[in-house]
């Protein structure tokens, strides 16, 4: 199976910006549709953003379309999430996903690889 591993998380103010890795063993990540999703307590983890296999194409959820973006390096078998103008609402357990799809799914189901999560506090 694909190993996937989380990391960058943190603390920041709003309006404050942080990079999370999504660092892949076993597989280039340039092989599978990689997908964030985030947990608040007390609710359900949901879709965030979305690149497809060829890195084509990206699918973002409303709530951080235009402050959030993701990248690909595949010499470093890494995926990143680029968060910026964040707010309070963002604070959340972030994971990485991964599934050989040939599109972006939004539903957790519908992916077989999972890092451990990291978690995200945006807070003054």
């Known amino acids: 199976q694909v190993q996937l591993v989380e990391s960058g998380g943190g603390l920041v103010q709003p309006g404050g910006s942080l990079r999370l890795s999504c660092t892949a063993s076993g597989r280039t990540v340039s092989s599978y549709t990689m997908a964030w999703f985030r947990q608040a307590p007390g609710k359900e983890r949901e879709f965030v953003l979305g690149?497809?296999?060829?890195?084509?194409?990206?699918r973002s959820a409303d709530s951080v379309k235009g402050r959030f973006t993701i990248a690909r390096d595949n010499a470093k078998n890494t995926v990143y999430l680029q968060m910026d103008s964040l707010k309070p609402e963002d604070t959340a357990v972030y994971y990485c996903?991964?599934?050989?799809?040939?599109?972006?799914?939004?539903?957790?189901?519908?992916?077989?690889?999972w890092g451990q999560g990291t978690q995200v506090t945006v807070s003054s």
């Open positions: 690149v497809s296999r060829n890195g084509g194409t990206t």
């Open positions: 996903a991964g599934d050989y799809s040939s599109g972006i799914p939004i539903t957790r189901t519908a992916y077989d690889y």
